[in-house]
Structure formats: C-alpha cells, structure tokens
C-alpha cells in the first residue's frame, strides 16, 4: 500500500472554529476517505497552532494565560471535528513537549547548516497574519489580508538565509509542475521566488510564549516556523526515523491561498536547509467567503460549523462544503445555497431514488433485492463514473468526484422513468430494471463514502448489504455486477427529507 500523508494547516486557537476551518478540513477528510478505500496507507494530520503574538493577545483580553486560553479553545476544534466526522489520525497542538523537542531539533540543524544567523529587523508587522510585509505590500498602509492597521516593529532577531535558496526553489518548482496546484498559485509563488528573496526573520524577544531557541533561550522561534514543523512533529522527526523515512516526502498539503508564501516558499526552503526533501505537493484551496467577505472575528460573519449540521445535518453540510466550491476557487457560503443543493441533489435526486427503488421492489419483489443485469445500460455509465470520480479524487478535486457520481444517479432516475418498472408484471424484465438500479446504489454509495459517509453507510445497510461502504477497496469493488442479488431491502424513512425556504 503506498503512503498518503495528507495535512491541513494547524488553526489558531485565537477564535472558535467557523465554517472556512471547516470547508478545509472536510475537504482533506474526504481526500483521505477516498484514498483509504483506494488501497493506501493513509495517515491524516490537522490540529491548533498556539503560540505568538496573537494568541497571547487574545489569551490576556480575556484575563488568562496564554495557556489557560489554548487549552480551553483547542477542544473546540476537536469537538468541532468530531461532529463532522473527521477521520483525522493525529491532532496536533503546538503547545505539546513532543512538537517542541521536533521545532528545536529541526531549527537547530539548520542553524549547524549556517543558514540562520543573527540580525536587527525592522518593519511593518500584521498581527493578524503574524507576519511582516514591505512597504508596497500594504494597501492603504494597512495589511492587505485583515485590512487592519500593522504597526511597526524593531527587534534584534535571528535569520534563515532564505536568499540563499532561490535558485533551488525555482529548480524545485520547474522539476514538477504538479508540486503545487492549481498552476495560478504555482506561478504566483514561482514569481514571488524568481522577484527576489530576502531573509526573514524566525525568532522574537519581545514575547515568551512560544518555543525557545535552544542556542540562545532569550528568543523564541516565529509562531510560523514553529507552525510549519508540526508536519515533521506527527511523522517522528529525529525520534522514530523509519516512522518519518515512511510518510516524508510523500506528503500532501491542504492550504488557504492566504498562506501560499510560508508554504510554497519558506516551508521548502527550510526542509532544504535542513537536509531533507521539500513537501511532494501542496494543494491550494481559495476562501470560503460570507456575503462577498472572508470571513473574521472583527466583521462578525463566522459561522460556526454546529449551527449548521444541527439544521441541515452532517452529511448535508460536508456535502455542500465539498460540491460547491471546489478546490482553488473562491466561494459563498449563502443558506440558499446550501438548502437549494439539498432539495436539489440530496432530497430530490439521491434520496427520490432510494425510496422510489425500495418502494417498487417491495411491491413487484416482495421486498428482495433482485440482481442486476449485466448488460444494463447503466453498466457502461457506472463504468465510466467510477473511473471519472477516481482521477478526481486523486487530483483534490471532491467537487469533480461528486459530479461524476451523481451523473450515475441521474442516469439511474432516467433509467427508471423509461423502464416504468412500477406499472409492469413482476418478472425477469422488472427484475433486471430494480437489480441495475440497486446496482447502481451500491456503486453510488462507495463513490459517495468520502463525502458522506454515513449517509453511505445508511444505503449500503438498506441494499441489505453487511459491513459499510468504507470496508471496501476501489476499483475492484466499483466494478459493475457487485450487488449479488437475494437480499433484503429495506424502504425506511426519507434519507433527506426536502426542507422549504
């Protein structure tokens, strides 16, 4: 089974979690379903980022240690993530021994590499980002992300020599020009690097909270190069080498286009310096936007993810999460948006099909599934589906998987219309009708698992079938002729009951 090592970026503890977290997570959770059922051996890292400037800000405007405050917000992810089904194998929190030990062996390698050296910086800082921009990077002398004011800092820091790895970065992006998709954001981090590239500076003396610099515990490391190692903290980094020899590289890393620079720049440049290979793929995702805005504690437009499956449920909101934007595109979030893809998708196309098939195979089968036909029409569909949704799945595009998927059930429904199988005798003809479209379920489901998987769950137990969807492995389970017939299926209640508004 070849290694998939798939990462979110690690979320600051400096807010609850709101609907852009979890647009990222899901979407990651899904890739990671999806490869799992495709044969490999998956390994799922998210978690919290809690040191910096920012974090300590906010733990002290509401009268706590920086500690007391992380331990009460990191939870939240947590529980958020458990809610919407995340299959994460590891939760990371920055704050953890094990990641401090990782962060000071990995700078401290690169510091023996003579690519960290001490300087003064001086520059405008965006507190928000955590992160220093020059002058003609701020719009309106204010931080082109958060549009806030930054403000200007001055401190004696430490420097990676990031200039001295600009021929390697541009070598690297060249070698593969899949390392980082889609290809706007390669080329626009391509031209950040072949622009010119400075130091930067990676530690501070002006908070404690963060992680020490072991040759010199009067700085702690930059919240974001403490951040970016958490990648090398969960794969055993310097503790358990055949561990890290196993997952690294071969890593995939699901980002927001806001932090393209740290990741696509920085982050290899650092894995270089220190004498390892840089991430095999970084795949950048755009905002998930609220009337037009991303979202902010300070524009008060964060949705948090439980208000929403508690209304819609949790399969439906991973759905729509996954369908309507996809990956690399900005999108916004609207609650007509997301009712009108549930009546639209879930209540009257998949579930319309699973409750019209139950229905006419209790009346004209006694309740017993028949077979599927062999040479169905929808046998060569299915076909092509499943081989569609598969490279889509392996390219991080859940929103091209889903699509193919439910060409499958809209050629199910039409199946069923021409064939009429409810106004017919019961016999070989119906059989062969109600046995391809079970079929088709079967497959439905299987395709449908990462993105739902307990509405997946909830069919493949109706088809009569034992075990889950997830059990199973892809291709050879997508293969046509898999429902075996003979079982009992059940009708039960509306699996997506259609909502008004």
């Known amino acids: 089974m070849p290694p998939f090592y798939v990462t979110t970026p690690i979320y600051y503890v400096n807010d609850a979690p709101h609907i852009g977290h979890a647009y990222c997570t899901v979407n990651a959770d899904a890739v990671a379903r999806w490869h799992r059922l495709a044969g490999d051996d998956v390994f799922f890292l998210t978690g919290t980022d809690e040191h910096g400037l920012k974090v300590a800000q906010a733990a002290q405007a509401n009268g706590m240690s920086p500690k007391q405050w992380t331990d009460a917000l990191a ?17 990371i929190r920055t704050s953890e021994p094990r990641h401090h030990r990782t962060v000071q062996r990995f700078l401290e390698q690169i510091h023996r590499n003579g690519h960290i050296v001490k300087d003064t910086y001086r520059g405008w800082y965006c507190v928000g980002c955590e992160q220093y921009y020059a002058e003609d990077e701020l719009v309106d002398g204010s931080c082109p992300v958060h549009g806030r004011p930054v403000e200007w800092y001055e401190e004696e820091n430490y420097f990676f020599r990031l200039s001295a790895f600009q021929e390697r970065l541009v070598d690297w992006f060249e070698a593969d020009p899949e390392r980082v998709r889609p290809a706007a954001k390669r080329n626009e981090a391509l031209s950040f690097v072949k622009g010119g590239l400075q130091d930067i500076s990676i530690t501070r003396t002006s908070i404690d909270w963060g992680v020490p610099v072991p040759w010199d515990p009067s700085h702690v490391f930059y919240v974001w190069y403490d951040a970016l190692v958490n990648y090398l903290t969960a794969i055993g980094y310097g503790e358990d080498e055949p561990r890290f020899a196993t997952w690294w590289p071969a890593v995939h890393h699901l980002i927001g286009k806001e932090i393209i620079r740290f990741h696509c720049v920085w982050w290899p440049a650092m894995c270089m310096a220190a004498g390892i290979d840089p991430p095999a793929h970084v795949q950048v995702h755009g905002w998930l936007l609220v009337g037009g805005e991303k979202m902010s504690k300070s524009k008060l437009n964060q949705i948090a993810p439980g208000d929403l499956t508690s209304d819609f449920g949790v399969d439906a909101v991973r759905y729509h999460l996954l369908r309507d934007t996809p990956l690399g595109s900005d999108g916004d979030f609207s609650y007509e948006g997301i009712t009108a893809r ?45 081989a569609e949704a598969a490279g889509a799945w392996a390219a991080f595009q859940p929103a091209a ?6 060409r499958l059930i809209r050629e199910t429904n039409a199946e069923l219309e021409a064939a009429e199988p409810w106004k017919a005798e019961p016999g ?10 079970l079929e088709a379920l079967r497959i439905v489901a299987l395709l449908a698992s990462p993105a739902m998987p307990d509405t997946a769950a909830d069919i493949w137990r109706r088809l009569g079938l034992a075990g889950r969807p997830e059990e199973r492995r892809m291709p050879a389970d997508g293969a046509w002729g898999g429902y075996p017939g003979g079982l009992t299926v059940e009708k039960g209640q509306p699996l997506f009951p259609r909502r008004k508004g």
């Open 342 to 386: 549930y009546n639209s998708d879930l209540a009257n196309n998949l579930g319309n099909l699973l409750a019209r098939v139950a229905t006419v195979v209790g009346s004209k089968c006694a309740g017993i599934g028949p077979a599927p036909d062999p040479h169905s029409r929808l046998a060569p569909v299915a076909t092509e589906v499943v």
């Open 428 to 437: 070989p003809a119906v059989d062969a009708v109600l046995g391809s479209a």
């Open 401 to 406: 998987a889903l699509e193919a998927t439910w």
């Open 75 to 91: 939870p939240r992810f947590q529980a958020a993530w458990k809610d919407l089904r995340i299959s994460n194998d590891d939760f």
